[in-house]
């Protein structure tokens, strides 16, 4: 039975909240109004985060959940506040907005500003048919289908509500220039997610843009229902306008003044461009357009530079947005020509604009996301090469450790703040070494299992599917006995990300003889558990993933059963979850510098999971000479790197024997030297949950931000501060 009437209601009555853009459920009053006011005070000292993808899953992380589960709240005989309570225990927990890595980087940073009181909101897209929903079948590969949400069931999403007229939804006029030099102005409902603390004490506001409106043109429906459709370079470019356009408006609709910009990746840096324009009016008047000089234009755009922030997430070219000259003339008037062809020319390519080269140049700071990185984007842009620094990524902790290796830490004396201060972990004592060792293990083998369950569930349904429908299931042990299934226990490799041409998901299997062959010598088992999807444009990527599928059933009979490759589709946060926590180690096979970071790497490390890695991204900076996992592959300079993702240059032959001269090594200590294997994971809690957690990672971007704040906050930031310093090696 659930908790008694009166009790509930209390608890309820409690974290409803509201304002004159309508009711919400998560915090108390008090401080939905302290976060609001904190955005809206005139000096401006607060952060816009701006993203095309959020990820922020309900079923990963839910700390109201959390609260109502844990005080046995079911149910109230409030009508209005039963509809909230049984949307909170019982609505879908997942919002599709997310294609992978940058957007669920950009929900892990939100929940660490919410957990460090940061004055923030984000500001994103509602796409209602998400990114895309994936089918697999052994012989066609990935099938790529439109996902279906509904934000108005789905918990922690409010639609703001019009405060004029209460009953109707909040609608906001964005400005866009077709060739025109009067805007057509265009309608878009905003929804507001609170991403609420892990102590219920603070949140962060994040609003999505939803402008597929039964009326809205139809050039705006095509551009808005799907996150990254890149069907033609027009939806494309209307869909970065989108993001752009709308930050203004958004927040003075809101009343929120917010002096910094954070453009998280440069999609939304078209915002620039109405800041130049704002900038020129009020400096040359309202007749600006019929006198304005390129030294004008220049002046505004450096005083726009100083409100704004930029992350740049990768080398890979196809990351950079570019749009021909042609195509923006007839999307914008001839003041938006001017500034690009001002500050968005591209030096490679004449007659295209460069929106990542126009990222650079309008900023007070960029920074990449890893050390290495850095040095590569250097190499990229040697024009912005002082501007730009290293602020290596993180993760929430409180999301991506798993609730048994939280049950474990909860045990152990040293680590009683690990909730609130991830820092903890550097100063685990030696007293009680033996008791976390102990647990952490137990915690393991119970997320293994679960994991290990999850698997076998899915090839037991892709067995049924496979009769009711005409999908081959995407694994071949779906047409074996159940005893040849996966069990718990057997050294469990795991992958999970993008499927890019770059990632390389299909490299250790490219000698299958090689890798069999250490499998039998020394009778080693393994599970090879991949998961991932390809963008539905990226036919190369597709081709990678289908490779997957055909090395199954080679590799189980070329190793006698000992090796069994499984794919598991429709991957999302939840799936990363069981993956991250249940394997036994993580690989990650990109070819050197081209994965600027690659956080899912550091969501196994939370949970002490060592990783098998190219030395790339954060594991030049995780590696710790060893202590923490395994390296692989080539390690040269970054002055002479090659950053071709040409088939030839991938480097396959090279970095696959690299990874078979090590494997014997690994699988030798983990059958072999179970007590050495379980000293990995511990350092890996020691040495890298302290560094690689996003609130790090916040109290650096909050250095870059110049935000002010009370000398509490300030000495907590200051602290994660000193424990690690991105910029302080240069290479």
């Known amino acids: 039975m659930g908790s008694t009437f009166p009790n509930s209601l209390n608890i309820l009555e409690r974290i409803v909240c509201s304002n004159r853009f309508g009711t919400f459920f998560g915090v108390t009053q008090p401080i939905f109004d302290l976060v609001w006011d904190n955005l809206s005070r005139p000096e401006g000292n607060a952060i816009a985060y701006v993203s095309m993808e959020i990820g922020g899953d309900p079923d990963v992380f839910h700390p109201v959940r959390d609260l109502l589960e844990k005080e046995g709240v079911t149910e109230t005989p409030n009508p209005q506040l039963n509809t909230l309570l049984q949307k909170y225990l019982h609505g879908p927990r997942k919002i599709p907005n997310y294609s992978g890595g940058l957007g669920v980087l950009a929900g892990d940073t939100l929940k660490s500003f919410a957990d460090l009181h940061i004055p923030a909101l984000a500001v994103s897209l509602l796409y209602r048919e998400g990114y895309f929903s994936q089918i697999v079948d052994s012989k066609v590969g990935q099938i790529d289908h439109a996902t279906r949400w509904t934000p108005e069931t789905t918990p922690t999403l409010f639609q703001l509500r019009n405060p004029l007229s209460p009953g109707q939804p909040l609608t906001i006029d964005i400005p866009f220039y077709n060739g025109q030099v009067k805007p057509t102005l265009i309608k878009a409902h905003v929804w507001m997610k609170l991403e609420i603390a892990g102590e219920l004490d603070y949140f962060v506001p994040e609003f999505l843009l939803d402008y597929h409106l039964p009326d809205a043109p139809v050039w705006v429906r095509e551009s808005a229902h799907q996150l990254y459709n890149a069907k033609s370079a027009t939806i494309k470019a209307n869909q970065r306008r989108m993001l752009g356009a709308a930050i203004l408006p958004l927040l003075e609709t809101l009343g929120f003044n917010a002096q910094t910009i954070h453009l998280n990746e440069q999609h939304g840096v078209t915002v620039t461009l109405h800041l130049i324009l704002q900038e020129l009016q009020a400096t040359l008047g309202d007749t600006f357009l019929d006198h304005m000089t390129d030294a004008d234009i220049l002046a505004a755009a450096d005083r726009v530079s100083r409100k704004i922030v930029y992350t740049i997430h990768t080398p890979v070219k196809a990351g950079h947005d570019r749009f021909s000259r042609d195509l923006y003339s007839a999307i914008s008037h001839t003041a938006f020509q001017r500034i690009l062809n001002l500050l968005a020319h591209d030096d490679e390519v004449s007659h295209e604009y460069n929106f990542t080269a126009m990222a650079m140049r309008i900023n007070r700071a960029i920074n990449s996301v890893s050390r290495l990185h850095r040095d590569v984007t250097k190499k990229q842009f040697p024009v912005f090469s002082d501007k730009i620094k290293a602020i290596t990524n993180g993760v929430h902790h409180l999301t991506w450790i798993s609730e048994n290796r939280a049950a474990c830490f909860n045990q152990i004396p040293s680590l009683r703040n690990w909730r609130t201060d991830p820092s903890c972990f550097v100063a685990i004592t030696d007293k009680d070494m033996p008791l976390l060792a102990q647990t952490l293990e137990n915690a393991w083998n119970l997320d293994n299992k679960q994991l290990i369950d999850y698997v076998n569930n899915m090839l037991k349904s892709h067995r049924e599917q496979m009769v009711e429908t005409w999908i081959d299931p995407p694994n071949h042990l779906s047409s074996l006995p159940e005893t040849e299934w996966l069990q718990p226990g057997v050294f469990t490799l795991g992958f999970a990300r993008r499927f890019s041409t770059y990632k390389r998901a299909d490299l250790i299997f490219d000698d299958i003889d090689r890798l069999s062959d250490i499998l039998i010598e020394h009778n080693w088992p393994v599970n090879f558990l991949f998961a991932g999807k390809a963008h539905p444009a990226d036919e190369p990527g597709k081709s990678v993933l289908k490779l997957i599928l055909d090395n ?180």
Request: hydrophobic share 40%; proline share 6%.
């Open 552 to 731: 199954q059933e080679e590799l189980y009979r070329r190793s006698n059963g000992l090796g069994k490759l499984v794919f598991i589709p429709g991957y999302d946060m939840q799936v990363a979850k069981l993956m991250v926590s249940g394997v036994h180690a993580w690989l990650n096979s990109p070819k050197r510098p081209l994965e600027a970071s690659g956080t899912s790497g550091m969501k196994a490390a939370m949970n002490g999971v060592p990783n098998i890695s190219i030395m790339d991204g954060w594991w030049v900076e995780g590696y710790h000479d060893g202590q923490t996992g395994w390296k692989f592959g080539h390690e040269g300079p970054v002055e002479d790197a090659d950053l071709s993702e040409a088939p030839d240059a991938l480097l396959y032959t090279e970095d696959a024997a690299a990874f078979y001269d090590l494997l014997p090594s690994v699988l030798q200590t983990f059958y072999q030297q179970p007590q050495a294997y379980v000293a990995r994971a511990l350092n890996n809690l020691q040495l890298n949950v302290p560094i690689f957690n996003t609130h790090r990672m916040a109290a650096e971007y909050v250095d870059q931000y110049g935000l002010r704040f009370n000398p509490e906050l300030e000495h907590t930031l200051s602290r994660f501060r000193r424990l690690y310093q991105s910029e302080e090696v240069q290479r």
